[in-house]
C-alpha cells in the first residue's frame, strides 16, 4: 500500500487501522480473490504451485458464514482447500475460545489447513496448547530470531521446537535472517523456515517465475 507521498506503508501500520474501522474484511476478501485467481491461473499454466498462507484477520471470525463464503470462493476458482492454509493471529485464541475452537473445526472440515501465527509473541499458555485444533505454529520472529543466538535464545527456541513436535504440531520458524538461525533450526528437527534468508516479500510475477 502506498501513501499520499507515493511511499509504501507498512502493513503494521494500515492493518490496524483497517481492523478499527472494519475495512480489513474488505482487504481480505480482496486479497483472498487475488490470491486464489493467481492459484488457478498457475496451476492452469502447469506450475507446480505450493501450499498458499492467508491471513485471516479476527473480524471474520466472528462471522458464521465465514466457512461457507471460503468455500464458495475456492469453488469458484476451482481449487481444492487443502492448497490453501488459513493463518490466524495468536492474540485472537483469547478473545472467545470456544467460539474459535468451534469455527476452526468447521474450516478443517472442509479441507483447509489452519495454522497459528506469531506464536510466542505474548499470549501463549501452555495449558491451552493441547485444546488447539490447528495444524500449524509459526513462531513468532520477534520473539527469539531477532535476539542474539546465545545459549538462553536456543534453550528456549529448542523447548518451544520440542513442545510443538510433541503436540503433532508442525512448526514454522519466522523471522530467520541468518545460516546460523537455519543450521540451529535444522538441528532441532525443524523443517520449515520463513523469513529473508531466502526471500523478501516480492510481486506475484516475480513468485510465478520461482514456479517449476
Known amino acids: 500500500l502506498k501513501g499520499e507521498d507515493g511511499k509504501m506503508v507498512s502493513p503494521g501500520v ?3 487501522l483497517a481492523e478499527k474501522t472494519g475495512m480489513v474484511v474488505d482487504i481480505d476478501n480482496s486479497v483472498y480473490e487475488q490470491t486464489f ?3 488457478a491461473k498457475w496451476i492452469k499454466e502447469g506450475k507446480n504451485v505450493p501450499l498458499i498462507s492467508v491471513n485471516v484477520s479476527r473480524l471474520h471470525l466472528f462471522d458464521d458464514e465465514l466457512p461457507a463464503k471460503m468455500k464458495a470462493l475456492i469453488d ?3 481449487l481444492d482447500p487443502s492448497q490453501v492454509e488459513l493463518e490466524i493471529t495468536e492474540s485472537v485464541f483469547f478473545e472467545d475460545t470456544e467460539r474459535l475452537i468451534n469455527m476452526i473445526k468447521r474450516l478443517k472440515e472442509i479441507g483447509f489447513s489452519i495454522s497459528m501465527d506469531d506464536f510466542g509473541s505474548g499470549y501463549s499458555t501452555l495449558n491451552f496448547m493441547k485444546e488447539l485444533p490447528v495444524d500449524v505454529i ?3 520472529g520477534g520473539f527469539f530470531m531477532r535476539n542474539a543466538m546465545d545459549n ?3 534453550v528456549v527456541i529448542s523447548a518451544i521446537m520440542q513442545l510443538t513436535k510433541n503436540l503433532n504440531f508442525e512448526s514454522v520458524s519466522e ?3 541468518t545460516r546460523e538461525q537455519v543450521e540451529f533450526i535444522k538441528e532441532q528437527g525443524g523443517r520449515c523456515v520463513q523469513g529473508y534468508y531466502y526471500y523478501k ?3 506475484a510475477d516475480e513468485f510465478a517465475d520461482l514456479l517449476i
Open 14 to 16: 494500515f492493518i490496524p
Open 37 to 39: 485467481s493467481l492459484m
Open 76 to 78: 469458484k476458482h476451482s
Open 138 to 140: 509459526k513462531i513468532d
Open 152 to 154: 538462553k535464545s536456543k
Open 175 to 177: 523471522g530467520v535472517e
Open 201 to 203: 516479500p516480492m510481486p
